[in-house]
């Protein structure tokens, strides 16, 4: 079994405390390159985490889903570039993320847009104002997304093909709900297996609770990547 990590393969350290975090890193070693904060870990050391994870030659994916008017999207995303992290979201509106392209400029940090929360469906959205359903939603705001000059969006493996027929293959699509055949799907409703979701057009995956509330991370781990194995990137 290969021990090398697929920087294909993300972690989400959704646990509450970094030392939390850290021990599963630790746990994990060399089967994964790529770890993502969110927001539970944010208000709690979150950045520093980001440091001490870069420090240790890892990637960091900053789930912070931004929000909010574009000078203080643009101040945000700048301050977030100092923590070295590779991958930033923020809501997939075009002034938030023209506002995020404008804040990482001269990094190497990416911005992905998240287009609709897989959270809401087409009677929320309505409740919410919304003249579109989800599907139609979540593809206008791709195309917005890429006429904004970020580098890709979060979607589920089921958007991700539909995704890359319309829009091509030049960005990232970075794919959660992730389970491997025979895992506990948890509360996630539509979920997709590894290599499923390669296959359907993800460039990332985003795995948490398969890896971060196994016995064994590394062995989970390593099955992941064993299994993304058979789709080359
Ligand atoms: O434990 P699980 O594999 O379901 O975790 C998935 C991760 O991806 C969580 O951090 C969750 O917040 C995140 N996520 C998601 N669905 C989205 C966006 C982010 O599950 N649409």
Redesign the pocket.
């Known amino acids: 079994m290969s021990h090398t990590a697929d920087p294909r393969l993300i972690v ?1 350290l ?1 646990v509450p405390t970094t030392d939390q975090a850290w021990s599963i890193t630790q746990a994990v070693g060399d089967a994964v390159s790529f770890y ?1 904060i ?1 927001l539970q870990l944010l208000p709690v050391g979150g950045m520093d985490l980001c440091r001490r994870l870069k420090g240790a030659g890892k990637d960091v994916f900053l ?1 912070f889903k931004l929000h909010d008017i574009p000078a203080t999207v643009e101040k945000a995303t700048r301050s977030i570039t100092a923590g070295g992290a590779d991958l930033l979201t923020v809501h997939a509106e075009p002034p938030v993320m023209r506002a995020a392209v404008a804040g990482r400029e001269g990094s190497k940090l990416r911005i992905l847009g998240v287009t609709v ?2 959270s809401y469906d087409d009677a929320m959205l309505a409740e919410m104002g919304y003249a579109y359903g989800a599907r139609d939603l979540v593809l206008r705001r791709v195309e917005q997304a890429l006429e904004a000059g970020v580098d890709g969006v ?1 979607a589920s493996a089921h958007e991700a093909t539909e995704i890359r027929q319309r829009f091509g293959d030049d960005f990232l699509i970075v794919t ?3 389970r491997p055949a025979g895992a506990d799907i ?1 509360d ?1 409703k539509r979920v997709a297996t590894p290599a499923a979701a390669l296959a359907q057009g993800a460039t990332h995956l ?5 890896v971060n509330a196994a016995e064994d991370p590394a062995a989970a781990a390593r099955a992941i990547v064993e299994e993304m194995a058979g789709v080359p990137a």
């Open positions: 989400a959704d993502k969110g789930d929360l897989t979060v959660p709900g992730i948890g996630q985003v795995v948490g609770r398969p």
